[in-house]
């Protein structure tokens, strides 16, 4: 499925709801771009480089593996949320996070409008990673997800019930890699 193209969505929210304090002329004063496929623990950043001097550089990063399957409403609400947080920076130049300026632009513009909803958090669900290794124990055959091999680890539930709840080698977990259906 082709990406939405993120910078008419940027001007057009720019002029309805920072009254066009996000571009100079034309020009953003904030890159907009998709992730590639690494950003999956948030849906969207926004961040800004400086040196001591002089501002270098700001940009607001939408995740692709995260808001791409999802109706366009979230990918304008994370989009949203993340020029409140270039419009602190840039416009107000106060440091911030989802303090005072944060709700109030943020309840304007939900009240201004109801095509979507601006949260504090992103509210999409973030794909859990898979294990890379089932460890199973034997003796009960209960299969648990493991990230990564832990050396010497026994079935908790079967040391609890037959050794008083002392590791036993009787119960050492043996590790089988995930199958990756893909
Ligand atoms: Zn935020
Ligand atoms: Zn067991």
Redesign the pocket.
Known sequence: MPLIPLLPIFHQFNREFFDKSLTFGSHPKVAVRWSDGRLKKTAGLYRSYRSLTKFLKAEIVLSRPLLESLPSTAIESTLCHEMIHAWIDLVLNVKEGHGANFQQRMHEINSAQNRFQVTVHHQFPVPVALPKWWAV?L??G?RLPYRRLVNGAA?R??CEKFSDGQWDSR?LLKYEPVLKDI
């Open positions: 124990c003796s009960c209960v079935c539930q079967c119960f």
